[in-house]
């Protein structure tokens, strides 16, 4: 049972343009949110963290959209890059498990000069 | 940020032989590593939780007698892959938590490239 839902699968963009990706999930246990960029033949690094005590969070040209509500959250890449083209996986953790990671199926971004 | 080592970055082994991977934190102490495998174009598959001093936890569906974990001090754990087949060639990659101070998160390791021939 995946317990993070991640979408789209692909994502084609334009140079300049804003990327976005969406997870859901169903735990409410789950307090910690992170985002990770996986470049081909290398390990995730991580990007972006949110807990749910804070709807936004923003670092530099990206930015963590939270709704604790609909259990959404959303990875937000303004100005996009050609180097921002790699694999991007969305995760949940709940504390009380030592900080397991359960992970979205990931999205690959393209992004075209 | 931390930093998480894998060595080998990549090893070709012969069928049946034994391979030992080694995960290092590099500037943190981490209680816990995790031990993931990667198939191309998919998605982080976890293997195993390794807690430094004690015997690791596998995931569902995982063998502990062919992927035998230790984790010996709080900056290295290894993962051996006994008897290796084929089938075991895959991308295995190691993350450490750091959950000292204000601080909780989880660092990976840049991965390990095995090929069983």
């Known amino acids: 049972q995946q317990q993070v839902k991640q979408s789209p699968q692909s994502l084609i963009v334009q140079k300049g343009g804003i990327s976005i990706i969406n997870c859901a999930y169903e735990?409410?246990?789950?307090?910690?949110f992170p985002w990770y960029q996986q470049f081909p033949g290398k390990g995730p690094a991580l990007l972006i963290a949110?807990?749910?005590?804070?709807s936004e969070k923003k670092e530099g040209r990206f930015t963590i959209s939270f709704n604790k509500s609909a259990k959404q959250f959303s990875l937000h890449i303004m100005d996009s890059q050609p180097g921002d083209s790699a694999t991007y996986f969305c995760a949940a953790s709940k504390g009380s498990t030592l900080g397991r990671l359960y992970f979205g199926r990931g999205t690959q971004l393209t992004v075209w000069p | 940020g931390a930093v998480v080592s894998q060595h080998p970055s990549w090893v070709i082994c012969k069928s049946g032989t034994s391979v030992k991977i080694e995960c290092r934190s590099l500037d943190f102490q981490a209680t816990t590593m995790f031990w993931y495998r990667q198939f191309p174009k998919q998605s982080l598959m976890l293997m195993a939780t390794s807690n430094e001093g004690s015997k690791a936890t596998y995931e569902q569906g995982v063998e502990k007698d062919k992927f035998l974990i230790n984790h010996a001090s709080l900056t290295l754990s290894t993962l051996t892959v006994t008897s290796a087949h084929p089938e075991d060639s895959s991308f295995y990659i190691c993350s450490a938590r750091d959950s000292w101070g204000d601080t909780d998160t989880q660092y990976f390791g840049p991965g390990t490239r095995l090929t069983v021939l």
């Open positions: 735990n409410t246990a789950f307090d910690y």
């Open positions: 949110i807990r749910p005590d804070v």
